[in-house]
């Protein structure tokens, strides 16, 4: 694969090793009650001791306290926070000073003026995860199934690194991918046959459409 493709709320093994095998370079579980990928983090370490250096270990958390991301930490290992809440840049701060490991902030975007919130964590974060902002009503921050304007990020900064999320699956990655050219996606509800359960084929297909993607649209940001 020549782009990092991050497929998000795995809680089997079985699908794990399987995003692995097709080139999934990151691996991410949720650690969010409400969410019903929510995994318990005895669970995940588990799953993630499967496929531990084959791709990067994301532990995906919304507003955790530090006992939790302490538990989170110590059972799933991960290689890479993933902080998807509203955790704000002296939060950043704290938890890489206590952890020590790389953080991607979660931002939401539905208009221009959401990508002006990056500015504040440039130089914090050491990635940018954008997002679609939940539809009305959703108590997720993520894996709603939506996406967003992809022409915003014609405005964004090319020193920005980031991973398009939202609301991609094997028929629309390679419009998401004209149109932005971003060098990382992630994907969750997209390669699911009902919420939180990862099919095999449609992973199959998603990888199959950024591959056929991948023959016309370079990478890294570039569109020509």
């Known amino acids: 694969m020549k782009r990092e493709v991050k497929i998000c709320g ?21 650690f969010f009650p409400k ?26 958390t919304v507003n955790a306290d530090n006992d939790d991301l302490d538990e989170i930490v110590s059972s799933l290992k991960p290689d890479i926070l993933q902080l998807h809440g509203s955790e704000d840049p002296d ?23 959401d990508l002006e919130r990056i500015d504040a964590y440039v130089g914090i974060v050491d990635r940018f995860l954008l997002d679609a902002k939940p539809p009305a009503g959703s108590e997720l921050p993520g894996g709603n199934g939506v996406s967003f304007d992809w022409r915003l990020l014609d405005a964004l900064d090319g020193s920005v690194d980031y991973m398009l999320s939202g609301g991609l699956n094997a028929e629309n990655i390679g419009e998401a991918l004209a149109l932005t050219g971003a060098s990382a996606i992630d994907i969750s509800s997209g390669v699911e046959s ?16 950024v591959r056929r993607a991948e023959a016309v649209v370079p990478r890294s940001g570039s569109k020509t």
């Open 194 to 209: 009902a919420p939180g359960l990862k099919d095999l084929k449609l992973m199959d297909a998603f990888f199959d459409a």
């Open 91 to 113: 939060r950043v701060l704290t938890i890489k000073a206590i952890y020590g490991l790389p953080v991607m902030k979660a931002l939401s975007v539905r208009e221009a003026s």
């Open 10 to 30: 795995l809680r089997t093994a079985e699908a794990a090793e399987h995003a692995v095998a097709l080139g999934a370079s990151h691996i991410g579980f949720i």
């Open 35 to 60: 969410s019903p990928r929510n995994i318990e983090p005895d669970d995940a370490g588990r799953v993630a001791e499967r496929i531990r250096g084959r791709a990067k270990i994301v532990a995906v």
